[in-house]
């Protein structure tokens, strides 16, 4: 069955910029029904919506973020990517990658990686 | 944005009992022109990734078990956990998919009593 899985790394400086990738097995990324989103989960609080990207290439991102945030894919590699700038302690949290229905919501998720944010 | 609120923030229930979760949208999440809500519940146990349970407010993902259930419409939803099972324990998020961007409630955890 479909699964995503996220990779980069576990440790940022605040001011630097964060890159992850999510490669998604068992599935086309190029499905045209899908979208393939990010979402955060800072420690011990709730969920934040990210942004979402279409194989296409069309993307959409969370206004909070908008200013911070790129996420990008590959289809000949079967990923997609995100890119968050100007880090600060606030930006640490579990990253996950989802797989998101046309409708809107996400019905597979990846396990999440955690990401903190110290010099 | 469309803030969701949750009610209780946390609640202990008793092995076999009922649970019940409330969701509040700000504004209604009802699309008129297919009469469906917008909204789904995800269940989260501990290290683990978020699970979709229900989408359109009250369709059951596959695989999940019929003690759950979802109702509600416009901006007040319900998750029922008819007789809780000790693999229920986690914590349970409403999410509004009408607008974007999607928004979260804060999380509801279940525990047991």
């Known amino acids: 069955q479909l699964q995503l899985q996220e990779s980069g790394p576990g440790l940022v400086k605040p001011s630097e910029t964060l890159s992850l990738t999510c490669t998604v097995s068992?599935?086309?990324?190029?499905?045209?029904?899908?979208?393939w989103d990010w979402i955060r989960q800072p420690p011990g609080k709730g969920l934040e919506w990210i942004g979402s990207?279409?194989?296409?290439?069309?993307?959409y991102y969370n206004p909070s973020l908008k200013s911070r945030v790129t996420i990008s894919v590959d289809t000949s590699k079967n990923q997609f990517s995100l890119r968050l700038n100007s880090l600060t302690a606030a930006d640490t949290a579990v990253f996950h990658c989802?797989?998101?229905?046309?409708?809107?919501?996400?019905?597979?998720w990846g396990k999440g990686t955690t990401v903190t944010v110290s010099s | 944005d469309i803030v969701m609120t949750q009610s209780p923030d946390s609640l202990a229930v008793s092995l076999g009992e009922r649970a019940t979760i409330n969701c509040k949208s700000s504004q209604s999440v009802l699309y008129n022109s297919n009469n469906r809500n917008y909204l789904a519940w995800y269940q989260q146990k501990p290290g683990q990734p978020p699970k979709l349970l229900f989408y359109?407010?009250?369709t059951r993902e596959s695989g999940v078990p019929d003690r759950f259930s979802g109702s509600g419409s416009g901006t007040d939803f319900t998750l029922t956990i008819s007789s809780l099972q000790a693999e229920d324990v986690a914590v349970y998020f409403c999410q509004q998919y009408y607008s974007t961007p999607p928004t979260f409630g804060q999380g509801t955890k279940v525990e047991i009593k």
């Open positions: 990207i279409h194989y296409s290439g069309s993307t």
């Open positions: 359109w407010a009250s």
């Open positions: 068992g599935g086309s990324i190029s499905d045209t029904y899908y979208y």
């Open positions: 989802a797989r998101r229905d046309k409708w809107g919501y996400m019905d597979v």
